[in-house]
């Protein structure tokens, strides 16, 4: 090329004119060179010597000016040619394809057929090529019958083309047929098929072709191996990969730079670091793709100490960081938490003018929101040049990350007022700051600005409106998104189930999970810890039952939280001896394993064995802490257990050294209020360091119902109304006391009070399990299919009761409704029975197998 050139030049200073046939060899070295000066000069003698339309130079000066980008120049000097050819269309069209301009190359070729040229084969493969760049079916099955037609089947070159445009355009059936109906098929034509498969993510056809490959006696090239080792990374096929990486030392290629980067990367996608390793460090003449794929392989797995200490042998070695190696780095750093190292990488990047780069500012704003500087983060927000989507959901990201989210949203609003539209990850942190702010009217408005983005059927998306509506309380609005969603995933089922049973819809919980499990959707963790929560809360032991044997089906029992979870679950619904049989099961029980199973027996007034096993705990090095003794706590003032309860406070101060925290003291004083000892428990309430809560104060009030101390209940509710006008069972408690003595006219005035601050109590809610099936009942509600049947048997049931001499302790039933035209709450009542006849049992459950009821006011 360079010896044209010269050529051309020592003829023009010996003012010798060249031959036209020097111009198209002199023109196409331009080309090749990029030399547009050059090239210009060339064109200008080409004028004056009134050579351009010769259909030689006339094209090379298309294809010259096509290879310096100047297209606006080549359609110029192609409209004013006077006669054009295949040639001259051949190399204008070439020219657009070359340069990504697909759809004109495919209107030029539109053209050119209505003008009357017939395609020849090069300009054939060009057009393929535009419809494969634009996975273009349509036009390219058109083009394939053209092929056909003008006599090119057989072509090998045509055919490997058509295999890609299929593939790219997704139809791999079609693909496939052309590549086995191709004769002669060469390197290339496998080439292209393998490519295939991965594009459209069928790693395993690959595999399988590529074996197909070598047993035809096809020598792969560098290329094919790199497709298997891709594939052989995405499916983390380590066994095929150490296969494939012997095929290529036998083959001798292992020194090959492109294959020595794809064996890293197989080996790091497939978690195998140290032959990942091996393999880099060995490698000769390694390139900086080589140095990013390993440092990217430890930043991908968590090993973020490696990618740094490689980050800084590449420095060692003179190698120059790109754009991609820094934004490995950024990450290692910000997950470390490495301000200092951050620091530096900052300097770096300022030095190379990288600072400015959006990309690279958007990394560098997420490193110092993870290496905890947010000041420092908004500084690098607000000195970039030009703020896009990614930068502003990079600083918006941050303020969530710290807790602002009152501020994320007015970022988001002023985002909104550059003009710039929302992308999914700027809606997914608006909407965890709209969940955790409880804002309902900002969250439906939120919902809309998706619908409008036409994001609505993201999972993601899905899953964290879902967690938003959950979040402010609106559990409908958020099974109306489930409902909609085209797609879903086990975080999707996740957030539905923990969202009804969160706001006490546990039925509601178990509808969604046993759906789940009825779509073939296999739960995660989080929601069998959380269906798991729910048997326990309504004590539903058969329905635990069945949720246990799922978990050993699927061996999630070894997991230590999920145990833990069963051994609460069975504690709560009775099973004491169940919740034991999973505690000896753990092969290493952590605290929560030792205090779930402590305040197991708690719950059933085995004090005793919690003491003994909270010595054992100790006897293992693990000391006891204070939420083990809040259940221990709780359980004995549910049991009434004084002295066990004085025993145990005791113990967690003086023995354990535990300062009492605030609930320590609400299960004291409510244990000692039930007890009967009121002024102990507001002597015990006053002398905390703080101000008693709500919970507190409306233990105390309870016990002096109980115990009928109007005036000590009195000042109970004046210290609940200081912190909370609106708390409902405060107002009724006291009603209650003052009706208890027939004081009925303050009574009134208290609920007429309570209506004014609109302080409305929740309907109490039960459950009762039947042959493994919850059924739910809510105070005041008559929609049951068999409430008037229910109802009368219910009364049957209370008067059966009584003439066996049991009465249910009416003392803790509040006089007063809940809300205008409801009836009034009556106590939860513990039983297992089969009456013969008139009973709830022959209604619900016609076999008179055990009945268990469990309510919650």
Not at 254 to 278: K, N, P, Q, R
Not at 503 to 515: E, H, I, Q
Not at 678 to 701: H, N, V
């Amino acid at each position: 090329m360079a010896k044209s050139l010269r050529l051309y030049e020592e003829a023009q200073h010996a003012l010798v004119a060249p031959s036209k046939y020097i111009y198209p060899s002199t023109l196409k070295a331009c080309g090749d060179l990029g030399d547009l000066q050059q090239g210009r000069v060339i064109h200008d003698h080409v004028l004056r010597h009134e050579l351009e339309t010769d259909v030689v130079i006339s094209s090379a000066l298309i294809d010259m000016y096509c290879k310096c980008r100047r297209l606006e120049d080549t359609h110029f000097l192609f409209n004013n040619l006077p006669n054009r050819n295949i040639i001259t269309w051949g190399s204008l069209i070439a020219g657009y394809v070359q340069h990504g301009y697909s759809s004109i190359a495919s209107d030029l070729f539109a053209r050119m057929i209505q003008e009357g040229i017939r395609p020849n084969r090069v300009i054939l493969l060009s057009v393929l090529k535009a419809c494969a760049s634009r996975r273009s079916l349509r036009e390219g099955r058109l083009l394939h019958d053209k092929s056909v037609r003008y006599g090119f089947e057989a072509d090998v070159a045509i055919g490997n083309t058509l295999v890609v445009m299929y593939s790219k355009g997704g139809s791999l059936a079609e693909a496939e047929r052309i590549f086995w109906t191709l004769t002669g098929r060469n390197v290339v034509s496998w080439c292209a098929m393998i490519a295939g498969y991965m594009q459209q993510g069928q790693g395993f056809l690959a595999l399988e072709l590529f074996e197909r490959m070598y047993f035809d006696g096809v020598r792969p090239n560098s290329f094919v191996f790199s497709c298997i080792l891709k594939a052989c990374g995405t499916m983390e096929a380590s066994k095929q990969g150490r296969i494939t990486h012997d095929q290529i030392i036998r083959n001798m290629l292992e020194v090959d730079t492109v294959i020595g980067s794809s064996l890293i990367d197989m080996y790091a996608e497939c978690a195998c670091l140290g032959e990942a390793f091996y393999v880099f460090d060995r490698l000769k003449g390694r390139n900086i793709v080589s140095w990013n794929v390993m440092i990217c392989g430890y930043v991908h797995h968590g090993q973020y100490e490696h990618a740094l200490h490689l980050f800084d042998k590449m420095n060692f070695e003179k190698i120059k960081p790109n754009k991609a190696t820094y934004l490995y780095v950024m990450q290692a750093s910000g997950n470390l938490g490495a301000l200092k190292d951050g620091n530096t990488l900052h300097g770096h990047l300022f030095e190379g003018g990288l600072e400015v780069d959006e990309v690279v500012g958007s990394s560098l704003i997420d490193m110092y929101v993870m290496c905890g500087s947010l000041e420092e983060a908004c500084n690098i927000f607000k000195n970039l040049p030009s703020q896009n989507v990614i930068s502003w959901s990079a600083i918006i990201r941050g303020h969530t990350c710290h807790g602002h989210d009152l501020m994320a949203l007015e970022l988001f609003g002023g985002m909104q007022e550059e003009g710039l539209k929302p992308d999914k990850v700027t809606f997914l942190c608006a909407l965890k700051a709209i969940g955790i702010l409880e804002m309902e009217e900002q969250g439906t408005l939120m919902h809309n600005l998706i619908i409008v983005a036409g994001l609505e059927c993201d999972v993601m998306i899905g899953n964290a409106l879902m967690h938003m509506y959950c979040n402010c309380g609106l559990v409908e609005s958020a099974c109306r998104v489930f409902d909609k969603m085209s797609a879903r995933d086990a975080a999707s089922w996740s957030a539905v189930i923990t969202g009804h049973a969160a706001y006490g819809n546990v039925p509601g919980a178990f509808g969604y999970f046993t759906l789940m499990h009825q779509e073939g959707m296999k739960p995660d963790r989080v929601t069998v810890l959380c269906i798991l929560k729910a048997c326990g809360i309504i004590k539903a032991l058969e329905q635990g039952r069945l949720l246990h044997d799922y978990i050993r089906r699927t061996e999630a029992d070894a997991d230590v939280a999920v145990g833990n979870a069963l051994i609460d679950m069975y504690a709560r619904s009775g099973s004491i001896e169940d919740s034991l049989k999973v505690f000896n099961a753990l092969a290493r029980p952590d605290t929560i394993s030792w205090g779930a199973m402590i305040s197991g027996y708690a719950e059933h007034g085995c004090f005793d064995l919690a003491w003994e096993c909270m010595q054992k705990m100790e006897r293992q090095g693990l000391a006891p802490n204070p939420i083990m003794f809040t259940s221990i706590l709780s359980a004995c003032g549910r049991a009434g257990h004084v002295e066990n309860g004085h025993r145990y406070f005791g113990l967690m101060v003086e023995y354990y050294g535990i300062m009492p925290s605030l609930e320590h003291v609400n299960c004291m004083a409510d244990l000692l209020g039930h007890s009967g000892c009121l002024e102990e428990a507001k002597r015990l309430l006053q002398s905390m360091p703080g101000q008693p809560d709500l919970m507190g104060w409306m233990s105390l009030l309870t016990a002096c119902r109980t115990h009928g101390n109007k005036k000590l209940g009195q000042q109970s509710f004046d210290s609940i109304s200081e912190q909370d006008l609106s708390y409902a069972a405060g107002y009724e408690f006291l009603a209650d006391i003052y009706a208890d003595v027939q004081d009925n006219d303050t009574a009134q005035r208290l609920h007429e009070v309570r209506a004014m601050n609109k302080a409305w109590k929740r309907p109490g809610k039960a459950w009762l399990e039947v042959m493994g099936n919850v059924h739910e009942f809510i105070v005041g509600d008559k929609t049951h299919p068999l409430y008037d049947k229910i109802h009368s048997k219910l009364e049957n049931l209370r008067d059966a009761m009584q003439g066996k001499g049991y009465f249910p302790q009416f003392d803790s039933i509040l006089a007063y409704p809940t809300k205008p035209n409801t009836i009034p709450q009556t106590t939860s009542i513990k039983f297992e029975s089969c009456f013969d006849e008139g009973n709830l049992s022959y209604l619900l459950n016609p076999s008179k197998s055990l009945l268990k009821f469990f309510a919650t006011t």
